[in-house]
């Protein structure tokens, strides 16, 4: 049966020969609303053995697709199947998905679970929901439906109504939802709840329906967060949701709540660009100054997007920092550099933020003055120009406001091959902004480059005092990237390259404007004096033909082949020959093509000088910008100088970009107040003590700091400070000396920017003095070399005195006996004739005698002191020497690896910098011969010291043996007066008695005399006298015999103390010992006797009495005087036999006293 019933549904699932499927039929008339049809089908199915459940479930599917009531009915009465049949959805879900209310109750009544899922698993119930079906979801939810059934995304039926994106349901259906039970803060496998996809797609009433509930009912929580710790505000952010960002601020949600990587809802608005969202939530107090963990702000996300708007919005906040850096080192200024924004890079530069700066620091740009030297070939008379810092990094033109006053690359300025421009103080603030307005200039392209160069500033010095800021010595290369060969051919057609020599000319400050006095302030024409114009001008007399030599030149020996194949590309495309044909000389080469691989940085420290009034002034002006108060301060009138002004606006920022100027204490003490030891050098105590050197107004080593950017091959930057209130004609102002040694006609001219560096840092390395020769009072090694021979001298005569006094203690100690003074002072007087004071004081009227000369150390130990100062002070001077060696040694390596890339001959540049190492190895000699000189002064005062202790020592010793001696005879002389005392007391004490007139003394009664016999008195007062005084005068005697012999008795009464003590305990150990063995004796006998009474009873079958027990135990084991002796053993053996007894008694026969075994008792 079984196989025909197969065959049969065989046959008809794949067809048969007679008539049609039956599966069709039963769809068709499903899908009519046949009845009949349905009837017969299934009549004919039940006779081909096919009626089954699931074959009528396929027509049932089909009716409530199609809303067939009447076949639903009949479907379901022959017994249709409700679930779903293979990968079909279940029926009551198709009636669901189509609002068939009726046919929907029709599956619910016949059984259908309103459970059923479909493919994504979503209930019938979100299908309603989402269909926007309100009575097919109230009929699901009154028939028991789920309403927190999860699908396969584990979301609930309100996540699918908020995740939708096209919300086209109603406010009927949700307020029906969230009557029921079904839970608002339910997460998904994202940890997302409802909430937070509504803030996703932007469903704002959805929303606020979830955080405003009716009372009583909770509410959604706006602080939960997803899987990333995202809040809804941070997905409404993220999104760009305006309304829902003001609804959940409404609602107050967290402005500042971090995620992942600690970002806040301000950080998706601001990498977002909504700038209406970041307005909002910078009225709710979002913080705008807010890192990633990567250190990234708000900032840098809205540039590196290019959201300008945001970044303009930003820019409006007083508070904000615009140079923060992230981890990668990058400002928001590189992050737009970096993604191509140029023009927020435009709005992040500098000098688009002059409100920024303070009165102070635009003040101090004002009143400094920064030099740009032009380097190139020039044929008219250069001149000397000057431009105040204020107008070089922030100026504009006053034709064209938008344009720069000056620009920082030679580019534009024909004639121009590269361009020097010096700042006058190490102020990282005006550094970085020339660095960003350079890096504008050149298109904002070389990213990496600049980033390197910023990162230099890393190598900074910090600490809690002003002088302890500071750059570390160093001098590296950093990669510069080059530009493509399409943007260099384009810039050399928009600026075809001029006519020049192959001797370039130098102009100062000229080419930057073609009329100097309208961007040069009248005010700055008096400072041209230091640097007149006929002392950097060449007349053009000097080089006559030059111009026709160089163009003969550069026709006939072109070498370089870029060049030729530009000219022959200018002269097919109907350019013909250029007029100003290009130099072929290397080292004027213009050719951005050749651009340098690489930047130099350079920090190196070097030695200059500051008056000491001067010194002071600065140091009072740091000391009261540390508590400067913004309000005026009574008593003071006068306007601040530019040298307050610039420590005023720097010293107490938060970057501390200024480095002031240090002496050569706070250079190797950068974290102590030197404040003591500033005012006590060498070369100050040598300017004012000596008065045939005292100076007006002496002078102090300083330390000052070289900081140089060699960027490319045409521009050089440096930034070294001047002196306090900088006076015109300074003879070692630095910037002069190297417009003095490029200007000079006895060397070569300058051809490069590597060249340029060799000539700054021989200007700054080794000793300052060196380039003012002849004069005395700049002369700073001459005055070390007077320090330490005035200290030679000195130690000299020192030596020659102690041998004076020496020799008079000597004489002294010969003869036994002290000087008379008058004598004294005739030796002292000769010896003062003999030697004379070096130090030109006067002669003191008396000079003190040779004991006092001997043991008065405060002449070595001053001078000990200033030879430890003046070795202190070399070692500093060595230092810096040192550090110069150093960084020259990495210059020069950097120069020529750029010089080997480029195929260019390095004997010339090596050659200056073994010039510049030779300075700097004389100086290192002068100074360790000064060095070992200065020590051997310490050594040598050091031994005379010691020299002063060993003779003071000795003679200390012979006046304690002499004053031992002189002890020793007053104490004889007191013995002697002491037996005399002894003697005559006793004596005296009879003599008195007897002078008393006692009735009983023998009288001459009959003479009446009254006088005692002299016998009679002999005999009493010599005889108790001396039977008194002798004794004590031999006691007096041998009183320390009697001391030594009562100590010896007391050692020995205590010595047989112990040794009694000790005999005592071992022979109470030995009777304890006896007494305990002799306890353990008996009851080892009592035991056996007790044995042996119990085996007799046992062999006589008689039980033994109490009587014969208690006669053998009744007294005890042991006597009355032994039982406090080894009481553990006499207690446990007594209580053992006892028990043992009262065992017996109890058991009879049974048992053996001591346990079934043969051991019996074992005491102890």
């Known amino acids: 049966m079984n196989r025909t019933t197969s065959r049969s549904r065989s046959r008809s699932s794949t067809g048969s020969d007679h008539g049609d499927r039956l599966e069709p039929q039963l769809l068709r008339a499903a899908t009519n609303n046949d009845v009949a049809a349905l009837e017969q089908i299934t009549q004919l199915a039940r006779q081909k053995g096919q009626l089954n459940p699931t074959f009528l479930g396929i027509g049932l599917v089909k009716s409530c697709e199609r809303g067939c009531i009447e076949a639903t009915q009949y479907l379901l009465k022959a017994g249709a199947s409700v679930e779903a049949g293979g990968n079909r959805a279940p029926p009551i879900i198709r009636a669901v998905e189509r609002n068939y209310v009726q046919i929907v109750k029709l599956l619910l009544d016949a059984g259908a679970s309103p459970e059923f899922r479909d493919k994504e698993g979503r209930t019938a119930l979100m299908t309603a929901a989402w269909k926007n079906q309100w009575h097919v979801l109230q009929l699901l939810i009154s028939r028991g439906a789920d309403v927190n059934a999860w699908d396969n995304r584990k979301r609930n039926i309100l996540h699918n109504l908020a995740a939708d994106k096209q919300c086209d ?89 971090r995620s992942d990587g600690g970002w806040t809802p301000f950080h998706n608005a601001c990498d977002k660009g909504c700038e209406k969202i970041v307005r909002i939530l910078l009225e709710a107090g979002a913080d705008f100054n807010s890192q990633l963990l990567n250190g990234m702000t708000p900032l840098h996300l809205a540039a590196q997007a290019g959201h300008i708007d945001v970044v303009k919005c930003l820019l409006e906040q007083p508070s904000l920092r615009r140079r923060t850096r992230d981890t990668f080192g990058s400002t928001p ?59 070089l990094l922030y100026g504009r033109d006053r034709k064209n406001p938008r344009k720069q006053a000056v620009t920082t690359l030679p580019a534009n300025v024909k004639a121009s091959e590269f361009r020097w421009i010096h700042l006058p103080a190490n102020n990282m603030a005006w550094v970085e902004a020339l660095m960003t307005k350079s890096f504008i200039e050149e298109g904002a392209s070389d990213v990496e480059g600049f980033k390197g160069l ?39 057609e928009s600026h075809p390259p001029p006519e020049r020599s192959p001797l370039p000319q130098v102009i100062i400050n000229g080419p930057v404007v073609t009329k100097p006095a309208e961007y040069s302030p009248a005010p700055l024409k008096k400072r041209e004096t230091g640097l007149s114009k006929d002392s950097y001008s060449q007349d053009d007399d000097s080089v006559p033909g030059r111009k026709t030599k160089a163009k003969h030149k550069n026709s006939n020996n072109n070498k370089s082949g870029k060049d030729t194949s530009k000219y022959d590309r200018n002269k097919s495309a109907g350019h013909g020959p250029d007029k100003h044909t290009r130099s072929v000389t290397p080292q004027l080469s213009r050719d951005v093509s050749f651009s340098a691989k690489s930047n130099i940085c350079v920090f190196m420290p070097y030695l200059h000088f500051e008056t000491a009034r001067s010194q002071q002034k600065m140091q009072q002006a740091i000391k009261q910008a540390e508590t400067f108060v913004s309000a005026p301060q009574p008593g003071l009138t006068r306007a601040p ?33 030197t404040e003591t030891r500033d005012s006590d050098q060498v070369v100050y105590r040598y300017q004012t003590r ?34 306090w209130e900088q006076p015109k004609n300074d003879p070692l102002n630095v910037l002069d000396g190297i417009i003095e040694d490029i200007n000079s006609k006895t060397r070569e001219p300058v051809r490069s920017v590597y060249e340029l560096a060799t000539v700054i840092t021989g200007r700054c ?111 500093m001077i060595r230092t810096v020497l040192e550090y110069q060696k150093q960084v020259l040694q990495d210059l020069q390596d950097a120069i020529c690896e750029i010089y080997y890339d480029e195929n260019r001959s390095q004997n010339d540049i090596k050659k200056k910098f073994r010039e510049q190492q030779r300075n700097i190895d004389m100086h290192v000699k002068d100074v360790d011969r000064m060095d070992k000189q200065t020590e051997r002064i310490y050594n040598s005062i050091t031994d005379l010291l010691d020299l002063k202790q060993k003779h003071a020592n000795a003679l200390e010793a012979r006046f304690a043996r002499d004053q031992a001696a002189g002890t020793a005879r007053q104490g004889k002389t007191i013995m002697m007066f002491t037996i005399v005392t002894i003697i005559f007391l006793p004596l005296s004490f009879i003599a008195s008695f007897f002078a008393i007139n006692v009735s009983e003394f023998p009288h001459d009664a009959q003479s009446g005399n009254t006088n005692i016999p002299i016998s009679y008195v002999s005999r009493y007062i010599f005889g108790i006298g001396f039977s008194i005084s002798i004794p004590l005068v031999l006691l007096a005697l041998s009183v320390d015999d ?36 002799a306890v353990q004796q008996r009851i080892i006998t009592q035991e056996l006797e007790i044995q042996r009474i119990l085996c007799r009873s046992k062999a006589s079958s008689r039980r033994p009495s109490e009587e014969e027990l208690d006669d053998y135990f009744g007294h005890g084991l042991l006597p009355v005087a032994t039982k406090g002796t080894a009481h553990t053993h006499t207690s446990s053996a007594v209580a053992r036999p006892r028990s043992s007894i009262h065992t017996y008694r109890s058991t009879g026969h049974r048992n053996r006293i001591g346990g079934s075994g043969d051991k019996g008792f074992r005491f102890g």
């Open 454 to 492: 910023e990162k230099s500033f890393g190598h900074q010095h910090r600490g809690q005092r002003p002088h302890s800021h500071f750059m570390r010595p160093l001098c590296q290369s950093t990669p510069r990237s080059l530009r493509g060969q399409d943007e260099i051919e384009k810039e050399e």
């Open 641 to 673: 100088t530019r040298d307050e002004l610039l420590i005023r606006a720097h010293i107490n920022s938060s970057t501390a970009s200024l480095h002031v100027r240090r002496t050569l204490d706070q250079f190797f003490y950068p974290n102590i107040d």
């Open 690 to 723: 000596w008065s045939e050197h005292k100076a007006k107004d002496p002078k102090i080593f300083m330390v000052d700091q070289l900081w140089m950017w060699v960027l490319g091959k045409n521009l050089i930057v440096t930034s070294f400070p001047q002196r």
């Open 1042 to 1077: 009697i001391r030594l012999g009562s100590r010896e008795a007391w050692r020995r009464i205590h010595q047989w103390r112990l040794t009694r003590s000790s005999s005592s305990k071992k022979h109470n150990r030995d009777i304890s010992h006896t007494s305990n063995t």
């Open 333 to 391: 200024f590189l992050r737009a550099a970096q993604f191509k924004r140029k023009d927020i890079v435009q709005l992040l530069a500098p000098f688009n933020h002059i409100e920024a700066l303070s009165a102070d620091a635009e003040g101090a740009c004002k009143g400094f003055d920064a030099t740009i030297v032009d380097f190139g070939n020039f044929h008219n008379e250069n001149r000397v120009k000057r431009v105040s810092v204020y107008e």
């Open 765 to 875: 390395s080794g000793m300052f003095d060196r380039h003012r020769m002849g004069d005395e009072d700049y002369q700073f090694l001459d005055m070390f070399e007077s320090c330490i021979g005035t200290a030679t001298d000195r130690e000299t005569m020192l030596f020659r005195e102690f041998n004076v006094a020496s020799a008079q203690s000597s004489e002294w100690l010969k003869h036994h006996r002290r000087l008379k003074r008058s004598i004294v002072e005739s030796m002292s007087s000769k010896e003062d004739e003999d030697h004379e004071d070096v130090n030109g004081k006067e002669k003191e009227e008396s000079q003190p005698l040779f004991v006092d000369k001997l043991l008065d150390i405060g002449q070595e130990t001053d001078l000990l002191a200033e030879a430890k100062d003046i070795r202190d002070e070399l070692n």
């Open 169 to 257: 349901w109603g406010d009927d259906v949700v307020n029906l939802l969230l009557r029921t039970v079904c839970e608002l803060d339910a997460r998904d496998d994202l940890g997302r709840t409802p909430l937070h996809w509504a803030c996703t797609t932007g469903k704002t009433h959805f929303a606020k329906l979830l955080l405003s509930r009716p009372q009583g009912c909770p509410e959604g929580y706006i602080h939960a967060t997803e899987l990333r710790n995202k809040t809804a505000l941070h997905l409404a952010t993220a999104h760009d949701r305006e309304d829902v960002v003001e609804l959940l601020l409404e609602y107050g949600a967290d402005v500042n709540a």
